[in-house]
């Protein structure tokens, strides 16, 4: 099916987009409740990063995503709320480590300008954020409405109690 790991500028979280591409051709498919696919987190990486093609290459794998949906028959609705929910939890997961690594008076510039330059769609649903960890949703309402420095303190606090 001449299948390849896009680059990640191309694709964010490559190795997922492989995984479902791949998936989509299987004739059939098992899941085993072991951990055989382990992540190694290093905050140095590229994937810990914001980089002017993170939001370019989420939006790209949402798009390969409908296609592959397409392709497969799936719920165009359900393949669109998956997406949207994907992109809420790693573009803030992103942009958290950004923001943590900034002094306040920072934050609001960072933020304005990351949204403009992206066009980050910052409206969402009840249903977008229902199944969600209740940090992740409190960092978009947070966004949504402006209230930086709320933000700025949620993401400090929650990286030094996950540092623990």
Not at 4 to 22: G, L, Q, R, T, W
Not at 43 to 65: C, I, Q, W
Request: some cysteine.
């Amino acid at each position: 099916n001449d299948l390849a790991v896009k680059p990640m500028e191309e694709v964010f979280s490559e190795d997922n987009f492989f995984n479902i591409e791949f998936l989509s051709y299987a004739q059939r498919a098992k899941a085993v409740n072991k951990p055989f696919y382990f992540y190694r987190r290093h905050m140095g990486s590229v994937s810990n990063k914001v980089h002017d093609y993170t939001v370019p290459a989420l939006k790209r794998f949402a798009e390969y995503t409908k296609q592959i949906g397409q392709r497969l028959g799936l719920d165009a609705a359900e393949v669109e709320k998956r997406n949207r929910i994907r992109f809420i939890v790693t573009f803030s997961a992103v942009v958290k480590k950004k923001i943590d690594a900034l002094p306040l008076g920072e934050v609001k510039k960072y933020l304005k300008d990351t949204i403009k330059e992206t066009g980050v769609d910052l409206s969402f649903t009840k249903d977008d954020l229902s199944c969600v960890e209740f940090q992740v949703k409190l960092f978009w309402i947070l966004m949504r409405y402006k209230l930086y420095t709320p933000l700025y303190m949620l993401v400090k606090v929650y990286s030094r109690f996950v540092a623990r």
